[in-house]
Protein backbone atom coordinates (compact mmCIF):
# COMPACT_ATOMS: atom_id res chain seq x y z
CA UNK A 1 0.00 0.00 0.00
CA UNK A 2 1.36 3.46 -1.04
CA UNK A 3 -0.08 6.73 -0.07
CA UNK A 4 -1.75 8.48 -3.00
CA UNK A 5 0.85 11.11 -3.61
CA UNK A 6 3.79 9.04 -4.28
CA UNK A 7 1.09 6.44 -6.69
CA UNK A 8 0.62 10.60 -8.70
CA UNK A 9 4.50 10.68 -8.65
CA UNK A 10 5.35 6.96 -9.83
CA UNK A 11 2.48 7.28 -12.55
CA UNK A 12 3.62 10.95 -13.85
CA UNK A 13 7.06 9.88 -14.18
CA UNK A 14 6.00 6.71 -16.05
CA UNK A 15 4.06 9.18 -18.60
CA UNK A 16 7.03 11.34 -18.63
CA UNK A 17 8.87 7.99 -19.95
CA UNK A 18 6.20 7.51 -22.78
CA UNK A 19 6.66 10.89 -23.95
CA UNK A 20 10.35 10.83 -24.01
CA UNK A 21 10.24 7.68 -26.03
CA UNK A 22 7.71 7.83 -28.59
CA UNK A 23 10.36 8.20 -31.60
CA UNK A 24 12.02 4.96 -30.51
CA UNK A 25 9.67 1.71 -30.52
CA UNK A 26 11.93 -0.36 -28.86
CA UNK A 27 12.15 2.08 -25.33
CA UNK A 28 8.36 2.89 -25.79
CA UNK A 29 7.53 -0.75 -25.93
CA UNK A 30 9.42 -1.42 -22.83
CA UNK A 31 7.77 2.05 -21.11
CA UNK A 32 4.35 1.05 -21.73
CA UNK A 33 4.81 -2.32 -20.20
CA UNK A 34 5.92 -0.55 -17.31
CA UNK A 35 2.63 1.74 -17.10
CA UNK A 36 0.58 -1.09 -17.74
CA UNK A 37 2.20 -3.13 -15.19
CA UNK A 38 2.11 -0.55 -12.45
CA UNK A 39 -0.49 -1.46 -9.94
CA UNK A 40 -1.75 1.73 -9.96
CA UNK A 41 -2.48 1.63 -14.29
CA UNK A 42 -5.53 0.89 -14.36
CA UNK A 43 -6.98 4.20 -13.05
CA UNK A 44 -3.48 6.92 -13.58
CA UNK A 45 -4.08 6.06 -17.65
CA UNK A 46 -6.42 5.12 -20.26
CA UNK A 47 -5.88 1.16 -20.84
CA UNK A 48 -7.35 1.00 -24.42
CA UNK A 49 -4.68 3.56 -25.68
CA UNK A 50 -1.64 1.93 -23.84
CA UNK A 51 -3.05 -1.47 -24.99
CA UNK A 52 -3.04 -0.01 -28.43
CA UNK A 53 -0.25 2.53 -28.72
CA UNK A 54 1.77 -1.05 -27.66
CA UNK A 55 0.49 -2.77 -30.03
CA UNK A 56 1.82 -0.29 -32.66
CA UNK A 57 5.01 -0.08 -31.28
CA UNK A 58 5.06 -3.77 -31.40
CA UNK A 59 4.25 -3.25 -35.14
CA UNK A 60 6.77 -0.74 -35.93
CA UNK A 61 9.40 -3.59 -34.89
CA UNK A 62 8.08 -6.46 -36.68
CA UNK A 63 6.53 -7.90 -33.84
CA UNK A 64 2.99 -8.87 -35.53
CA UNK A 65 2.56 -11.32 -33.07
CA UNK A 66 2.89 -9.32 -30.32
CA UNK A 67 1.18 -6.71 -32.05
CA UNK A 68 -1.88 -8.97 -32.51
CA UNK A 69 -1.57 -10.05 -28.52
CA UNK A 70 -1.50 -6.33 -27.55
CA UNK A 71 -4.42 -5.15 -30.23
CA UNK A 72 -6.77 -7.77 -28.48
CA UNK A 73 -5.96 -7.10 -24.80
CA UNK A 74 -6.79 -3.45 -26.43
CA UNK A 75 -10.47 -4.92 -27.69
CA UNK A 76 -11.27 -6.50 -24.28
CA UNK A 77 -10.28 -3.01 -22.35
CA UNK A 78 -12.52 -1.14 -24.58
CA UNK A 79 -10.12 0.06 -27.59
CA UNK A 80 -11.86 1.05 -30.83
CA UNK A 81 -11.32 2.67 -33.75
CA UNK A 82 -12.39 3.36 -37.97
CA UNK A 83 -12.24 0.33 -39.12
CA UNK A 84 -12.21 -2.06 -36.34
CA UNK A 85 -9.25 -2.50 -34.66
CA UNK A 86 -8.65 -5.96 -35.92
CA UNK A 87 -8.38 -4.57 -39.35
CA UNK A 88 -4.92 -4.12 -37.97
CA UNK A 89 -4.61 -7.48 -36.98
CA UNK A 90 -5.46 -8.21 -40.84
CA UNK A 91 -2.54 -6.13 -42.03
CA UNK A 92 0.02 -7.96 -39.39
CA UNK A 93 -1.17 -11.18 -41.05
CA UNK A 94 -0.25 -9.96 -44.09
CA UNK A 95 2.71 -8.45 -43.18
CA UNK A 96 3.86 -11.81 -41.20
CA UNK A 97 3.30 -13.36 -44.87
CA UNK A 98 -0.17 -15.19 -43.50
CA UNK A 99 -2.14 -13.98 -46.34
CA UNK A 100 -5.01 -16.72 -45.05
CA UNK A 101 -5.43 -15.30 -41.98
CA UNK A 102 -5.71 -11.54 -43.39
CA UNK A 103 -8.28 -12.64 -46.28
CA UNK A 104 -10.21 -14.29 -43.03
CA UNK A 105 -9.93 -11.23 -40.44
CA UNK A 106 -10.84 -8.49 -43.37
CA UNK A 107 -13.25 -10.54 -44.64
CA UNK A 108 -15.32 -10.72 -41.33
CA UNK A 109 -15.28 -7.33 -40.62
CA UNK A 110 -16.32 -7.21 -43.94
CA UNK A 111 -19.78 -8.89 -43.22
CA UNK A 112 -19.63 -7.07 -39.82
CA UNK A 113 -19.68 -3.64 -41.25
CA UNK A 114 -20.73 -3.67 -45.00
CA UNK A 115 -20.80 0.00 -45.45
CA UNK A 116 -17.67 0.74 -43.67
CA UNK A 117 -15.50 2.65 -46.49
CA UNK A 118 -12.52 2.63 -44.15
CA UNK A 119 -12.16 -1.21 -43.66
CA UNK A 120 -11.94 -0.66 -47.99
CA UNK A 121 -9.13 1.60 -47.76
CA UNK A 122 -7.74 -0.17 -45.11
CA UNK A 123 -7.34 -3.85 -46.95
CA UNK A 124 -6.45 -1.79 -50.09
CA UNK A 125 -3.32 -0.26 -48.62
CA UNK A 126 -2.56 -2.74 -47.10
CA UNK A 127 -2.49 -5.32 -49.91
CA UNK A 128 -0.80 -2.59 -51.97
CA UNK A 129 1.38 -2.06 -49.66
CA UNK A 130 2.72 -5.85 -49.81
CA UNK A 131 2.60 -6.15 -53.42
CA UNK A 132 -0.67 -7.84 -53.57
CA UNK A 133 -1.79 -5.19 -56.42
CA UNK A 134 -4.63 -7.88 -57.67
CA UNK A 135 -6.27 -8.24 -54.14
CA UNK A 136 -5.73 -4.12 -53.34
CA UNK A 137 -8.05 -3.75 -56.94
CA UNK A 138 -10.50 -6.12 -55.67
CA UNK A 139 -11.04 -3.95 -52.19
CA UNK A 140 -10.77 -0.68 -53.52
CA UNK A 141 -13.12 -1.58 -56.12
CA UNK A 142 -15.73 -2.89 -53.37
CA UNK A 143 -15.41 -0.01 -51.71
CA UNK A 144 -15.54 2.54 -54.29
CA UNK A 145 -18.71 0.86 -54.95
CA UNK A 146 -19.87 1.48 -51.39
CA UNK A 147 -18.76 5.07 -51.31
CA UNK A 148 -20.55 6.08 -54.08
CA UNK A 149 -23.76 4.33 -53.62
CA UNK A 150 -24.21 6.19 -50.50
CA UNK A 151 -23.15 9.65 -51.78
CA UNK A 152 -19.65 9.99 -49.91
CA UNK A 153 -20.38 10.85 -46.80
CA UNK A 154 -16.93 10.18 -45.87
CA UNK A 155 -15.45 12.14 -48.73
CA UNK A 156 -12.89 8.96 -49.34
CA UNK A 157 -14.38 8.19 -52.81
CA UNK A 158 -11.63 10.40 -54.35
CA UNK A 159 -8.41 8.69 -52.33
CA UNK A 160 -10.24 4.88 -53.15
CA UNK A 161 -10.16 5.90 -57.05
CA UNK A 162 -6.44 6.41 -56.53
CA UNK A 163 -5.18 4.20 -54.98
CA UNK A 164 -7.50 1.39 -57.10
CA UNK A 165 -5.68 3.42 -60.32
CA UNK A 166 -2.38 2.84 -59.11
CA UNK A 167 -3.04 -0.62 -58.52
CA UNK A 168 -4.44 -1.17 -61.46
CA UNK A 169 -1.39 0.28 -63.51
CA UNK A 170 0.50 -2.18 -61.71
CA UNK A 171 -1.19 -4.71 -63.08
CA UNK A 172 -0.88 -3.50 -66.47
CA UNK A 173 -4.65 -2.72 -66.52
CA UNK A 174 -6.54 0.23 -67.68
CA UNK A 175 -7.77 2.53 -65.39
CA UNK A 176 -9.93 4.39 -67.54
CA UNK A 177 -13.47 2.88 -66.72
CA UNK A 178 -16.70 3.94 -65.54
CA UNK A 179 -15.64 3.94 -61.59
CA UNK A 180 -12.96 5.97 -61.90
CA UNK A 181 -14.64 8.19 -63.82
CA UNK A 182 -17.78 8.50 -61.12
CA UNK A 183 -15.24 8.95 -58.81
CA UNK A 184 -13.82 12.14 -60.60
CA UNK A 185 -16.63 13.22 -60.65
CA UNK A 186 -17.17 13.72 -56.68
CA UNK A 187 -16.04 16.71 -54.81
CA UNK A 188 -12.58 16.46 -54.05
CA UNK A 189 -11.78 17.20 -50.45
CA UNK A 190 -8.67 16.46 -47.69
CA UNK A 191 -9.71 12.71 -46.78
CA UNK A 192 -9.78 13.05 -42.76
CA UNK A 193 -9.21 9.65 -40.84
CA UNK A 194 -12.16 9.32 -38.43
CA UNK A 195 -10.94 9.98 -34.49
CA UNK A 196 -10.37 6.66 -32.36
CA UNK A 197 -12.95 6.79 -29.59
CA UNK A 198 -12.15 4.70 -26.36
CA UNK A 199 -14.10 3.59 -24.39
CA UNK A 200 -12.47 2.45 -21.36
CA UNK A 201 -15.02 0.68 -18.56
CA UNK A 202 -14.60 2.82 -15.45
CA UNK A 203 -11.43 2.37 -13.11
CA UNK A 204 -12.18 -0.40 -10.40
CA UNK A 205 -11.24 1.37 -6.35
CA UNK A 206 -7.27 0.51 -6.08
CA UNK A 207 -6.18 -1.70 -3.07
CA UNK A 208 -2.32 -0.13 -3.58
CA UNK A 209 -3.21 3.65 -2.89
CA UNK A 210 -6.68 3.92 -2.39
CA UNK A 211 -8.27 5.16 -5.35
CA UNK A 212 -11.39 5.57 -5.63
CA UNK A 213 -13.55 5.98 -8.44
CA UNK A 214 -16.07 8.12 -6.76
CA UNK A 215 -13.30 10.38 -5.48
CA UNK A 216 -10.47 12.43 -7.06
CA UNK A 217 -7.57 9.69 -6.27
CA UNK A 218 -9.24 8.30 -3.38
CA UNK A 219 -8.53 11.25 -1.02
CA UNK A 220 -8.66 15.23 -1.03
CA UNK A 221 -7.26 16.90 -3.87
CA UNK A 222 -5.41 18.82 -0.50
CA UNK A 223 -3.18 15.96 0.44
CA UNK A 224 -2.12 15.53 -2.93
CA UNK A 225 -0.46 18.78 -3.21
CA UNK A 226 0.41 19.51 0.79
CA UNK A 227 4.25 19.32 1.29
Known amino acids: MITARRSVAET ?21 RAALAHPCSQHAFSQPELWAELARALGRLGDYDGAIVAIEAGIEHGAWAQPHP ?11 GRHEQAEATYTTLREQYPNDVWLYNHAGLAYADVGDHAMAVRWLTEGLQVALADGDPEQLASQLADMRTHSLKELRADPD ?7 AATTARPVMHPSMPLRPPPAPPCGHCGYDPD ?12 P
Open 12 to 32: SALGRQLSATERDPAAHVDAL
Open 215 to 226: RERGVPPAELTE
Open 86 to 96: RADVAEWHLLA
Open 177 to 183: DELTRAA
